[in-house]
Antibody
């Protein structure tokens, strides 16, 4: 069974940093692109960042470029999101999602971790 | 960036109704269109991929159609568990983008 479990969310002050993790199991992690997608309270879904299976290709939304860094450790079946210079508008539930490159779809999602940026 | 526009933004319907949700892309995306269902407090769930392919385990009352810029998600006979928010998403180009969502409520 595919499982994605996020952790690392919490309350942080504006300008602060946080590192999210996503532990994957039930599939060959090193064969899939992985993504972070966020959802602000009461709002829709916003793609944040993606990383290819071997970390060769990395992309960011303009809203987080230069502040967030995505990475992965295939030996540990883990995905990360380092978030720096956090702003109030980064407040959201952050989901880790597996991306099926062949089908171009987010086929499995974690349960999400809440990041709140507030003074 | 490709903009995805869903209509309606919200919809009231009854159990047993046939419901259609529309998604329009700001440029042609061929069939690179996916549909997700999200219930309150839960992660999105993939329903339809490549515009019309049913994800494994999803009931056959869900169907998708369209190509180019105009797409539809149809639920043939609403069940109580179908009341949720639905999102379309294009995977034609980076950044992937989502529609704003359609909230399906019980009438």
């Amino acid at each position: 069974e595919v499982q994605l479990v996020e952790s690392g969310g919490g309350l942080v002050k504006p300008g602060g940093s946080l590192r999210l993790s996503c532990a994957a199991s039930g599939f060959t992690f090193s064969s899939y692109s992985m993504n972070w997608v966020r959802q602000a309270p009461g709002k829709g879904l916003e793609w944040v960042s993606s990383i290819s299976s071997s970390s060769s290709y990395i992309y960011y939304a303009d809203s987080v470029k230069g502040r967030f860094t995505i990475s992965r450790d295939n030996a540990k079946n883990s995905l990360y999101l380092q978030m720096n210079s956090l702003r109030a508008e980064d407040t959201a539930v952050y989901y880790c999602a597996r991306y099926d490159d062949y089908g171009g779809r987010f086929d499995y999602w974690g349960q999400g971790t809440l990041v709140t940026v507030s003074s | 960036d490709i903009q995805m526009t869903q209509s309606p933004s919200s919809l009231s319907a009854s159990v047993g109704d046939r419901v259609t949700i529309t998604c329009r892309a700001s440029q042609s995306i061929s069939s690179y269109l996916n549909w997700y269902q999200q219930k309150p407090g839960k992660a999105p769930k993939l329903l339809i991929y490549a515009a019309s392919s049913l994800q494994s385990g999803v009931p056959s009352r869900f169907s998708g159609s369209g190509s180019g810029t105009d797409f539809t998600l149809t639920i043939s006979s609403l069940q109580p568990e179908d009341f949720a928010t639905y999102y379309c998403q294009q995977s034609y180009s980076t950044p992937v983008t989502f529609g704003q969502g359609t909230r399906l409520e019980i009438k």
